[in-house]
């Protein structure tokens, strides 16, 4: 049974490193114009394992930032995190503390999303996010030290268009996840919410604020109609 | 190897897994009030719009909703699909398709 869900997982993983793949590679040789060892990729990618952290953060170290700046500019970046962690924690009340450190590692925007959707159809079983997680990490790992070896020598690999893969994971994982009007209000207040901040501040406070707000606006939805139902049924 | 990127790599690492690891850890624990866990299943839907919208309608970190906008093109075929067959495995496919045509175009 543990085997069947890690097997699942590993099978799930694979719109995640079809993205992950010419992303950890553009990665790869841009952090190797920019004057980052292959060692010091390869440690970035494993400690750390966040694209757009690592992307920013590459680009601050080459222009000579101070550390503290680039750590806490990387917090902000990754508290959005915080809310799919939280999201996640509900269906992992049997989990031992340390399952849950390990799962937690893995938990990036991509694998969240192909988290929450599991569980939206699946019990929660700890072998299918060790089997998820551990594809993608690896690679995410392996493709950016391969980016940061072949450096120049070949082309942009995100040319292709094969990270749009993401893109497009995003797509069918928001519609399996909508189911009625509410869904679709908070969805839509979301994406406004995230495409008004990132024109004002940039893309480091959207993800975070947008659903925070969004799914308040869920719930005062769902109250506001429960309110009505029963005021009508008097 | 220069020591300050290395200070810098295990400083990132803390403030990335920290964030990821904790909320899970300690929530997990506690009896969260049936408001709290309500506002959490609104959680995944909020998330990957935030996440899709900037990625599809502002590419280039503005506002682009026109012909030259290729991911945002794309994500026409792939929103017919994910609508029509909720299938992710169909809707990847066609956006890498999609995708394909429009680079070469």
């Avoid at chain 1, 962690?85 to 450190?101: C, D, G, M, N």
């Avoid at chain 1, 995100?158 to 069918?172: E, K, V």
């Avoid at chain 1, 659903?211 to 049924?233: D, H, M, P, R």
């Amino acid at each position: 049974m543990a085997y069947d869900n890690f097997v699942i997982g590993i099978k799930k993983s694979v719109p995640v490193v079809l993205g992950y793949i010419p992303i950890g590679m553009a990665f790869g040789i841009l952090a190797n114009q920019q004057g980052l060892s292959i060692f010091e990729i390869l440690l970035m990618s494993s400690m750390v394992y966040a694209g757009a952290s690592q992307f920013i953060a590459t680009a601050m170290i080459a222009s000579g930032v101070n550390a503290a700046s680039i750590i806490f500019t990387v917090f902000l970046i990754n508290l959005r995190h915080m809310l799919m962690s939280a999201s996640l924690s509900p269906y992992f009340r049997k989990a031992s503390s340390l399952i849950q450190a390990i799962i937690s590692f893995g938990l990036t925007d991509e694998t969240y999303a192909v988290d929450i959707t599991h569980l939206k159809e699946s019990a929660p079983s700890a072998s299918f996010f060790v089997g998820l997680h551990t594809v993608c990490y690896a690679t995410w790992v392996i493709s950016t030290v391969v980016g940061g070896m072949l450096g120049n020598m070949i082309p942009d690999p995100t040319r292709w268009g094969m990270d749009y893969a993401l893109s497009a994971m995003f797509i069918a994982l928001l519609c399996i996840h909508i189911n009625d009007k509410r869904d679709v209000l908070v969805a839509v207040c979301s994406a406004a919410f995230s495409l008004l901040i990132t024109a004002m501040s940039g893309g480091s406070w959207n993800v975070i604020i947008s659903t925070i707000l969004a799914a308040t606006i869920g719930v005062s939805a769902e109250l506001w109609n429960k309110k009505l139902f029963l005021s009508s049924s008097e | 190897m220069e020591q300050k990127v290395i200070l810098i790599i295990i400083g990132m690492s803390l403030v990335t897994y920290l964030p990821r690891m904790l909320p899970m850890v300690l929530l997990s624990k506690v009896n969260l009030p049936p408001l709290f866990l309500k506002w959490l299943q609104f959680i995944p839907i909020a998330v990957l719009s935030a996440l899709l919208a900037p990625a599809i309608l502002a590419p280039q970190g503005e506002l682009s909703i026109g012909l030259d906008n290729k991911a945002f093109i794309a994500s026409i075929p792939c929103f017919f699909v994910a609508i029509k067959t909720r299938n992710l495995f169909l809707t990847v496919v066609v956006g890498i398709l999609s995708m394909l045509l429009l680079q070469n175009l």
